[in-house]
């Protein structure tokens, strides 16, 4: 494992991996680079292209085009894992984006820029790993990633904030990442009705460790908020109605969202 430069160039190069297997162990690398202190964090860098590297499939259409996903038969889900396959895919680039368009930003203090890489290197870590996970139980039940339609809306959401990191932590971690939070546990519980305990067990693992990734979207945005002189609540509230117009969704899984220090009061206005 070779330097490759500072940890901004080396973000960069995931988002620029097209291969969706290449871009999680490229992610892994980075990870383990900037842990092994390796990649240090320049005084400057670029920033990232809008759209990161693509492979050829899955087929990109609208949302209401992507088949939809019944548990009662084996195709039903495993067309569900192929869904999580291309979020967590899209999550390993939405969290190098997140280091590489920001951790220079003057949203952050400067002794906590660190801190900040910190949390959205273990973010990607743990993304790869994710998509890992699922495209090894998909090529257990004989498909892959790439054999189904999916859309780019996970990834067009976020990129409606590339000009503001508060809107990026308000909608990526907050808003649609907390919404995996709500949906998980009912997944859980189909698949295991459906005798599948194996992919059940690989959307636990997921679920508990995204608990984590929507508490750093929290923390790190109750720091913006307070350099900002900004009440966290209120404008949270205010970046979601400007930049995610489609609204929340209720019912919220509470419990998880409280462990990840988002209370009833950052959302329950916004349905």
Same mark, same amino acid.
């Given at each position: 494992? +070779?330097?490759?430069?500072?940890?901004?160039?080396?973000?960069?190069?995931?988002? &620029?991996? +097209?291969?969706?297997?290449?871009?999680? @162990?490229?992610?892994?690398?980075?990870?383990?680079?900037?842990?092994?202190?390796?990649?240090?964090?320049?005084?400057?860098? #670029?920033?990232?292209?809008?759209?990161?590297?693509?492979? @050829?499939?899955?087929?990109?259409? +609208?949302?209401?085009?992507?088949?939809?996903?019944?548990?009662?038969?084996? &195709? /039903?889900?495993?067309? %569900?894992?192929?869904?999580?396959?291309?979020? $967590?895919?899209?999550?390993?680039?939405?969290?190098? !984006?997140?280091?590489?368009?920001?951790?220079?930003?003057?949203?952050?203090?400067? $002794?906590?820029?660190?801190?900040?890489? @910190?949390?959205?290197?273990? #973010? /990607?870590? @743990?993304?790869?790993?994710?998509?890992?996970?699922?495209? /090894?139980?998909?090529?257990?039940?004989?498909?892959?990633?790439? !054999?189904?339609?999916?859309?780019?809306? %996970?990834?067009?959401?976020?990129?409606?904030?590339? !000009?503001?990191?508060?809107?990026?932590?308000?909608?990526?971690?907050?808003?649609? $990442?907390?919404?995996?939070?709500?949906?998980?546990?009912?997944?859980?519980?189909?698949?295991?009705?459906?005798?599948?305990?194996?992919?059940?067990?690989?959307?636990?693992?997921?679920?508990?460790?995204?608990?984590?990734?929507?508490?750093?979207?929290?923390?790190?945005?109750?720091?913006? &908020?307070?350099?900002?002189?900004?009440?966290?609540?209120?404008?949270?509230? &205010?970046? #979601?109605?400007?930049?995610?117009?489609?609204?929340?969704?209720?019912?919220?899984?509470? $419990?998880?969202?409280?462990?990840?220090?988002?209370?009833?009061?950052?959302?329950?206005? %916004?349905?």
């Amino acid at each position: 494992m +070779a330097d490759a430069g500072d940890i901004l160039t080396l973000a960069r190069s995931v988002l &620029a991996t +097209a291969s969706p297997d290449a871009k999680a @162990d490229r992610a892994r690398e980075v990870a383990a680079l900037w842990r092994a202190g390796r990649a240090p964090l320049p005084m400057q860098g #670029v920033i990232p292209a809008d759209h990161p590297a693509r492979p @050829d499939r899955p087929r990109l259409v +609208a949302p209401a085009d992507v088949p939809r996903r019944r548990l009662n038969s084996p &195709a /039903g889900r495993v067309a %569900l894992l192929h869904a999580v396959a291309h979020i $967590e895919f899209n999550a390993i680039d939405l969290a190098f !984006d997140m280091l590489a368009r920001y951790a220079l930003d003057d949203a952050l203090a400067d $002794e906590a820029r660190t801190a900040f890489i @910190d949390d959205w290197i273990g #973010v /990607g870590d @743990d993304e790869a790993r994710h998509f890992r996970l699922i495209t /090894g139980r998909l090529a257990e039940l004989g498909a892959g990633y790439g !054999d189904f339609p999916a859309h780019s809306g %996970l990834w067009d959401a976020a990129m409606a904030t590339r !000009d503001s990191l508060a809107g990026r932590l308000a909608v990526a971690p907050l808003v649609l $990442e907390a919404r995996g939070l709500d949906v998980t546990p009912g997944m859980i519980n189909r698949l295991v009705s459906a005798g599948d305990t194996v992919s059940a067990d690989c959307l636990r693992t997921i679920y508990t460790e995204e608990i984590g990734h929507v508490a750093a979207g929290a923390r790190w945005f109750r720091h913006v &908020a307070a350099r900002a002189g900004e009440d966290p609540v209120t404008w949270f509230q &205010a970046l #979601v109605r400007k930049h995610f117009s489609s609204g929340l969704k209720p019912p919220f899984n509470a $419990e998880a969202r409280l462990r990840a220090d988002l209370p009833p009061e950052f959302y329950e206005t %916004l349905i």
